[in-house]
């Protein structure tokens, strides 16, 4: 049985950080695209981070580039981490790990395990 395991999230201020992390377990594939998608209260789901476990290539959304961080932990290719700084109340959503999804496509359809979400607040 798959598992998806999110921790992090919480409140920050306008320019602060954040850390989330996704774990990912009971998959047989070895390699796979994994990340972050979210979802603000009247708004579609959008695509944030995405990568291979391999760590070979990342993927942002256009409204997160430069500022948040992908990235895989070295010691378990099926843990990753988001790192988000100077966040913007924009940011504020309900955050989503995505597993064994599709690389170079924001497209939900192509998410085959969801993780069970969790909520970032930014304040200005």
């Known amino acids: 049985q798959v598992e998806v395991a999110e921790s992090g999230g919480g409140s920050v201020q306008a320019g602060g950080s954040l850390r989330l992390s996704c774990e990912i377990t009971?998959?047989?594939?070895?390699?796979?695209?994994m990340g972050w998608f979210r979802q603000a209260p009247g708004k579609e789901r959008e695509g944030v981070a995405a990568?291979?476990?391999?760590?070979?290539?990342?993927?942002y959304g256009n409204s997160v580039e430069g500022r948040f961080t992908i990235y895989v932990d070295n010691a378990n290719k099926n843990k990753a981490f988001l790192q988000m700084n100077n966040m913007e109340p924009e940011d504020t959503a309900m955050y989503y790990c995505?597993?064994?999804?599709?690389?170079?496509?924001?497209?939900?359809?192509?998410?085959?395990?969801w993780g069970q979400g969790t909520q970032v607040t930014v304040s200005s």
């Open positions: 009971g998959l047989a594939k070895r390699t796979i695209c």
């Open positions: 995505a597993a064994d999804m599709k690389c170079g496509s924001w497209y939900t359809a192509y998410v085959r395990y």
């Open positions: 990568l291979f476990n391999s760590g070979a290539e990342t993927f």
